[in-house]
């Protein structure tokens, strides 16, 4: 676009420019030239810089304030000369300014670089609006992911029991905190015979959605008290028995290995309770060390270790036996708990988990689990857990 209120001034500037490919627009103002670019900005404008009516200063400031997608290149033309005349018309948003009278080979020139600025503008532009669509398809679909992980979430927990099962004479009681949306940790029962019940704690490593489809593939093969569908189950004649928690542990590891092509493994403890004569029969298999809690809520540790599962073919494992007095409780666990950061830099171990119990024993079932889950988040000063902790407890109630 030029604007020039002189006829002769417009003419010999178009006659310059014409062997060059620009499509040329004329005003005689600069009220005429903002008509003209409501309709159809330009790229560069040529402006005259005193003109009758308002300035091309004016013009330019105008310009500058309007809303536009595109950047438009403003060359000053004026016969001053003067430094500072033209540093303010740099400082009104001016790019660039030509001397009166104007040699048509420094015009092309200078257009030439208005031209190369105005080529790595739109590149800009470009390339930030493809920024712009992509973050919108990432938010987009971060959203979507966002809402099925809270539906997997539900989900997930839908696989842990009640947070309390009684029993007559005792009770279990659940609880499980994802450091995520979702994580790999598990606790869970079943039931196959009236006096009998299996228990289990199992932590699949790592974190997020990969752990957690290895874990809902575990519990459906924990679940339920079809033998072949639970591969913790047999038929015994008639009746329906819990395999030794070691062959369990085995046959998991078989099929951990040969069904699953996957470089996670998991650990986990398993056993049998008989609900009647409080005794059990565990196998643990990597999992931290279960707990003995007695009336007066002192601690011991018991079990054996063990590899855990989905590590090496063949692997074996060891069973462990426990009689619960009234009054004692078993406490299953995730490492979630004894792993989770102290603020000395260390981390809680069993010494500092024993430590909370004796501070919280007084409290039975759910509300010993929520205890112990305050106490961490107490000592992570009330931030996110940096993993998954379960775990279950086992209460046999004291005689009255």
């Given at each position: 676009?030029i604007v020039?209120?002189?006829?002769?001034?417009?003419r010999l500037?178009?006659s310059a420019?014409?062997a060059?490919r620009?499509?040329?627009?004329?005003?005689d103002?600069?009220e005429?030239?903002?008509?003209?670019?409501e309709?159809?900005l330009?790229d560069?404008v040529l402006?005259?810089w005193?003109?009758?009516?308002?300035?091309?200063?004016d013009?330019?400031?105008?310009?500058?304030a309007?809303?536009r997608?595109?950047?438009?290149?403003?060359?000053?033309?004026?016969s001053?000369?003067e430094?500072?005349?033209l540093?303010?018309?740099?400082?009104e948003?001016?790019d660039?300014?030509?001397?009166?009278p104007?040699?048509a080979?420094?015009?092309?020139?200078?257009l030439s670089?208005?031209e190369r600025?105005?080529a790595?503008e739109?590149?800009l532009?470009?390339?930030?609006r493809m920024v712009?669509d992509t973050?919108?398809?990432?938010?987009s679909?971060n959203?979507s992911?966002?809402?099925d992980?809270?539906?997997?979430?539900k989900?997930q927990?839908?696989l842990?029991?009640?947070r309390t099962?009684?029993?007559p004479?005792?009770s279990?009681?659940?609880?499980?905190q994802?450091s995520?949306h979702v994580?790999?940790d598990l606790?869970?029962?079943?039931?196959?015979?009236?006096?009998?019940?299996?228990v289990?704690?199992?932590?699949?490593?790592?974190h997020g959605?990969?752990?957690a489809l290895?874990?809902?593939?575990?519990?459906?093969?924990l679940?339920?008290?079809i033998?072949g569908?639970n591969?913790a189950?047999?038929q015994?004649?008639?009746?329906?028995?819990m395999?030794?928690?070691?062959?369990i542990?085995?046959r998991?590891?078989?099929?951990?290995?040969?069904?699953?092509?996957t470089e996670?493994?998991?650990t986990i403890?398993i056993?049998e309770?008989d609900?009647k004569t409080?005794k059990?029969?565990?196998?643990q298999?990597?999992?931290?060390?279960?707990?003995?809690i007695d009336?007066?809520?002192r601690?011991?540790f018991?079990?054996?270790g063990?590899?855990?599962?989905g590590l090496i073919?063949?692997a074996?494992?060891e069973?462990?036996?426990?009689d619960?007095a009234p009054?004692?409780r078993?406490?299953?666990y995730?490492d979630g708990?004894?792993?989770?950061?102290?603020p000395?830099?260390?981390m809680l171990?069993?010494?500092?988990?024993s430590?909370m119990i004796q501070?919280?024993?007084?409290?039975t079932?759910a509300?010993?689990?929520?205890a112990?889950k305050?106490?961490?988040?107490?000592l992570?000063?009330?931030r996110?857990?940096?993993?998954d902790v379960?775990?279950?407890?086992?209460?046999?109630h004291?005689?009255?």
């Amino acid at each position: 676009m030029i604007v020039d209120d002189s006829r002769l001034q417009r003419r010999l500037l178009r006659s310059a420019l014409q062997a060059e490919r620009y499509e040329i627009v004329e005003a005689d103002s600069a009220e005429r030239a903002m008509e003209l670019c409501e309709e159809d900005l330009p790229d560069i404008v040529l402006s005259d810089w005193i003109m009758s009516g308002q300035t091309g200063l004016d013009l330019c400031r105008a310009i500058r304030a309007k809303e536009r997608d595109n950047y438009v290149y403003f060359i000053v033309l004026t016969s001053k000369s003067e430094k500072g005349e033209l540093a303010k018309a740099l400082r009104e948003g001016a790019d660039d300014f030509l001397s009166k009278p104007v040699s048509a080979e420094e015009l092309r020139g200078r257009l030439s670089a208005g031209e190369r600025l105005l080529a790595i503008e739109r590149q800009l532009v470009a390339k930030n609006r493809m920024v712009t669509d992509t973050l919108q398809v990432m938010r987009s679909l971060n959203e979507s992911l966002n809402r099925d992980l809270i539906e997997a979430r539900k989900l997930q927990m839908s696989l842990v029991p009640r947070r309390t099962t009684e029993f007559p004479g005792g009770s279990v009681s659940y609880m499980l905190q994802s450091s995520g949306h979702v994580g790999g940790d598990l606790v869970g029962e079943f039931r196959f015979a009236e006096d009998r019940m299996g228990v289990f704690s199992l932590d699949v490593s790592g974190h997020g959605i990969a752990s957690a489809l290895i874990t809902a593939r575990l519990s459906a093969s924990l679940s339920g008290n079809i033998p072949g569908q639970n591969v913790a189950l047999q038929q015994d004649g008639d009746r329906l028995t819990m395999l030794r928690p070691s062959e369990i542990c085995e046959r998991l590891n078989t099929m951990f290995i040969q069904e699953i092509d996957t470089e996670h493994y998991f650990t986990i403890v398993i056993g049998e309770i008989d609900l009647k004569t409080r005794k059990m029969i565990f196998c643990q298999a990597g999992h931290p060390h279960p707990a003995v809690i007695d009336t007066d809520g002192r601690t011991r540790f018991v079990g054996g270790g063990g590899m855990p599962v989905g590590l090496i073919e063949n692997a074996t494992y060891e069973d462990f036996e426990l009689d619960l007095a009234p009054g004692e409780r078993l406490l299953l666990y995730s490492d979630g708990l004894t792993e989770c950061p102290h603020p000395d830099g260390g981390m809680l171990d069993e010494d500092g988990l024993s430590d909370m119990i004796q501070r919280q024993h007084t409290r039975t079932g759910a509300r010993f689990l929520d205890a112990l889950k305050w106490e961490l988040s107490r000592l992570v000063d009330d931030r996110d857990l940096p993993d998954d902790v379960s775990a279950a407890v086992i209460a046999f109630h004291a005689p009255d």
